[in-house]
């Protein structure tokens, strides 16, 4: 399971980053973690892989592109990833339902109430759909079975075909 973290605030991702280390350590599911300090950076990623992480930790208030608008277009590319917003403005809290948001955290952060909401998200994610995992050129690719249309066989190379 891979977790993209958007925060401008180097201890607030340091501290999101410890939350989601600990809510694995009693869970036997494989995870990486990715920080990433604005949402331009984080889009640069996805676009090159649009089903790149499965839970988006976004802060809202961010430079440029604000945790609303990445949220946008993770959304329009992958409907079934799941985001958590972190912010400390809850008037923007009706907002994040326009793109399915999972929940809405508010700093500071009380991290058993972060770590609780984690765990949902991720029994959430486990119980909703099951996830193909491979290797590829060293690293790890972790697709939901509803992503893969079909495999394809040439000449020793496997091919996934996406929805």
Known sequence: MKIAICDDEYPMS????????????ANS?????????N?????REVEGNPFAFHIYLLDIELAETNGLQAANVIRKND??????????????MPE????????????????????????RC???????????????RKSTVSLYHSQIEYFESQAREIIIHLT
């Open 79 to 92: 409907p079934n990833a799941e985001i958590i917003f972190i912010t400390s403005h809850q008037e923007l």
């Open 29 to 37: 599911t494989r995870f990486a973690c990715e920080v990433f300090s």
């Open 39 to 43: 949402a331009e950076e984080l889009l």
């Open 122 to 136: 991720i029994r959430r994610i486990e119980e909703k759909q099951s996830i193909f995992r491979f290797v590829s």
């Open 14 to 25: 340091s501290a999101m980053e410890e939350i989601v280390s600990s809510c694995f350590q």
């Open 96 to 119: 994040a339902f326009d793109v399915w948001a999972f929940h809405y955290l508010v700093k500071p952060l009380d991290v058993e109430k972060t770590r609780q909401v984690l765990l």
